[in-house]
């Protein structure tokens, strides 16, 4: 369902298409731009400076207040999507974005990957901040960060090292009935590139056995994304549309016994329908 019109999933790519900002005459686009720059440059200011406080002062007081570790990540989770609700609030709220969602509900189940495409550098926030017990596939960097250290060891998020070691990781995870967010791009997209899935999505699907939710990120304008600059916003203000999609069973690419070729063929099935899902994009 769409969080603000109550409209069918069906008619979630509908509703974005429809609410597309008309364009503007060039002088208000100038002004509007600068703004949303000094904007953007200022959310990013907070986001590090919300991040150095939770590094130095959240992430101590959960371990001091939590004894019981999974009360304490459960918490700590809580508290990082509480934050990136108010970080995306603040981004519509500032003119930055506008911002639907579609098929929420297929993300409240427990015990699933979730993989989504990544046009942007802010998708993650979008998913974590109306999903807080997603565990998102971080890149190893980020712990050198200490902008997002503290953040990342309270909620025991999923530190990429790729190998058999990711794999088994992530699988306990969904045994135990925690949710696994990743890109399976690998990194940002290019807009104008063709979507190219890594196999690893597959290969933990099937060796886990888990239900796949497939989410689609859309947007009007390029912001963030891997060839522009993260402080200069896009001439017009952006919408994005975020869209759970139902889940896919891994077993049926299974049926054969043969694990390397279920993966490729669950990674061409979900290659199919990013691609053919994406080419939504032409007309937001």
Same mark, same amino acid.
């Given at each position: 369902?769409? +969080?603000?019109?109550?409209?069918?999933?069906?008619?979630?790519?509908?509703?974005?298409?429809?609410?597309?900002?008309?364009?503007?005459?060039?002088?208000?686009?100038?002004?509007?731009?600068?703004?949303?720059?000094?904007?953007?440059?200022?959310?990013?200011?907070?986001?590090?400076?919300?991040?150095?406080?939770? &590094?130095?002062?959240?992430?101590?007081?959960?371990?001091?207040?939590?004894?019981?570790?999974?009360?304490?990540?459960?918490?700590?989770?809580?508290?990082?999507?509480?934050?990136?609700?108010?970080?995306?609030?603040?981004?519509?709220?500032?003119?930055?974005?506008?911002?639907?969602?579609?098929?929420?509900?297929?993300?409240?189940?427990?015990?699933?990957?979730?993989?989504? @495409?990544?046009?942007?550098?802010?998708?993650?926030?979008?998913?974590?901040?109306?999903? +807080?017990?997603?565990?998102?596939?971080?890149?190893?960097?980020?712990?050198? @960060?200490?902008?997002?250290?503290?953040?990342?060891?309270?909620?025991?998020?999923?530190? @990429?090292?790729?190998?058999?070691?990711?794999?088994?990781?992530?699988?306990?995870?969904?045994?135990?009935?925690?949710?696994?967010?990743?890109?399976?791009?690998?990194?940002?997209?290019?807009? &104008? +590139?063709?979507?190219?899935?890594?196999?690893?999505?597959?290969?933990?699907?099937?060796?886990?056995?888990?239900?796949?939710?497939?989410?689609?990120?859309?947007?009007?304008?390029?912001?963030?994304?891997? +060839?522009?600059?993260?402080?200069?916003?896009?001439?017009?203000?952006?919408?994005?549309?975020?869209?759970?999609?139902?889940?896919?069973?891994?077993?049926?690419?299974?049926?054969?016994?043969?694990?390397?070729?279920?993966?490729?063929?669950?990674?061409?099935?979900?290659?199919?329908?990013?691609?053919?899902?994406? &080419?939504?994009?032409?007309?937001?």
């Amino acid at each position: 369902m769409l +969080d603000d019109g109550g409209q069918t999933l069906t008619d979630g790519r509908a509703a974005i298409r429809d609410r597309v900002p008309v364009h503007r005459s060039s002088a208000v686009e100038v002004a509007g731009r600068v703004w949303r720059s000094l904007a953007q440059i200022s959310l990013f200011a907070v986001f590090a400076a919300g991040g150095a406080l939770f &590094t130095l002062l959240i992430a101590p007081g959960l371990r001091a207040i939590r004894r019981d570790p999974r009360a304490r990540v459960a918490a700590g989770r809580r508290c990082v999507s509480g934050l990136l609700a108010a970080y995306t609030q603040a981004m519509r709220w500032l003119g930055l974005i506008t911002l639907d969602y579609a098929g929420l509900e297929h993300l409240q189940r427990r015990g699933v990957l979730v993989v989504a @495409n990544h046009p942007t550098l802010i998708d993650a926030f979008f998913l974590l901040a109306r999903v +807080d017990h997603l565990v998102p596939i971080a890149k190893r960097s980020l712990l050198a @960060n200490p902008f997002t250290r503290g953040a990342l060891r309270a909620a025991d998020y999923e530190i @990429n090292d790729d190998g058999p070691r990711l794999i088994e990781s992530c699988g306990a995870r969904l045994a135990r009935g925690e949710s696994v967010l990743l890109f399976p791009e690998g990194t940002r997209s290019d807009a &104008t +590139d063709a979507v190219r899935l890594t196999r690893f999505a597959a290969q933990l699907a099937v060796r886990s056995g888990c239900l796949v939710v497939p989410v689609t990120v859309f947007a009007s304008e390029r912001m963030l994304t891997r +060839d522009t600059h993260w402080w200069l916003a896009p001439r017009r203000r952006p919408r994005f549309g975020v869209i759970a999609h139902a889940p896919v069973d891994p077993r049926p690419f299974a049926a054969a016994g043969d694990p390397p070729l279920a993966a490729r063929r669950l990674t061409e099935h979900l290659q199919r329908f990013y691609t053919r899902e994406l &080419t939504f994009r032409e007309f937001i």
